[in-house]
């Protein structure tokens, strides 16, 4: 067992796609008390809603520009395929301390669409791959335990500062994962 945290270790956490990947991500931070805030991005209002109602998040996200600036880790937990247009549309508004990361089940195409779209902010752009999941999917599926002694494997950039790469990893350590690193 892991022993919570005294203070958080992230004031704000932007979440993109609050199902399995991101909702557990979240849950398992708020679990540890390792962050004071969790916004949420989603398709859906109802998706967004149910999973502010079972605790995911704090409240879902609206402006870009306002959520952005103050965040201190972004989780990209979306399908791959929409991970291009996200980051496309969250480059502009993010703040020069953020760090970003991924759930995607691939990272050849993330990293070259974050390569194409976070140009200018790809040294805190940090792949993580988990080994985990669930036959079910939505927030409903979200659990704190999902990552517990499972296995992520953070792919980092060339780019990538060992400090960043430090802190990414421990948010997923916080998380319960067991975090393995692909070399350089």
């Excluded at 540890?32 to 999973?51: C, P, W």
């Excluded at 306002?66 to 496309?88: C, F, R, Y």
């Excluded at 517990?148 to 060339?158: E, F, G, R």
Aim: net charge positive; with cysteine.
């Amino acid at each position: 067992v892991r022993k919570v945290v005294t203070k958080p270790l992230f004031r704000k956490v932007v979440i993109f796609g609050v199902g399995l990947i991101g909702g557990s991500f979240a849950l398992a931070l708020r679990r540890m008390n390792a962050v004071d805030e969790v916004v949420g991005f989603g398709r859906s209002a109802q998706t967004l809603a149910q999973a502010q109602q079972l605790g995911i998040i704090n409240r879902s996200g609206s402006d870009l520009a306002a959520e952005l600036g103050g965040a201190d880790l972004i989780v990209l937990a979306t399908p791959v395929g929409q991970m291009a247009d996200i980051m496309a549309r969250i480059a502009p508004h993010l703040s020069t301390h953020t760090l970003i990361t991924d759930g995607g089940s691939t990272k050849c195409d993330v990293v070259n669409y974050a390569h194409k779209h976070l140009a200018a902010h790809i040294s805190r752009f940090i792949p993580a791959h988990p080994i985990a999941g669930s036959e079910q999917s939505g927030a409903t599926a979200a659990r704190a335990d999902l990552y517990q002694n499972k296995k992520v494997i953070l792919t980092p950039l060339p780019e990538n500062s060992a400090d960043t790469v430090a802190h990414v990893r421990l948010a997923w350590e916080l998380c319960g994962a067991l975090v393995s690193e692909l070399t350089r």
